[in-house]
């Protein structure tokens, strides 16, 4: 069973074979790039005689910022605050949040995993780093990649709920979006 509520690909010309391998390949992407569980419909249009690639698809609720306390335990210590990071992943934007609020010569990493502020505020809310434009760049990397080779010309809308890309190797006209635009909509009224 899928992670998404809804996975369809329509390949004209009743290409099963090919709709079955597109599937795996953006499966396989999306996991990789752990970025599954935040879709929850996703439709892929395939028309080889145009040639055009669309990927139509709707978010999951928006992804929180990540935060200090999300990175590590905060605990109150003499003279400041100690950070104990759980998450090296975001070590690097950790440190600049923090030089950037309290500055450089308040910050201290005595060890790989231990970062220790001077001052009386708590930096546990802090915001580390915006997740949802992570989110948002890796889903553009992920649908570049899914691509057939050759289709260079690509438009690419993305709002908080959807995005829509388009991807084609000659240019991409307001008459081939407005098809499939239509196309979609048969998919998710199918």
Known sequence: MDPMEVFKIEVTGGEEYGAK???????????????IRSIGRLYVYVDISVPVFAVYGLLRSGIPPLTVKDVGDVMKVGGGHQIKINDEEHMADLLKALWKRYGRERVEQPARDIVIIASDSSPADLMVTDMEAEFLQDLTDALVRVVPEGFRNRRNIMTKDSFFFVAAEESIKPELISEIEEKIREMENA
């Open 21 to 35: 391998k597109y599937r795996e390949i953006i499966m396989d992407i999306l996991q990789d790039l752990g970025l």
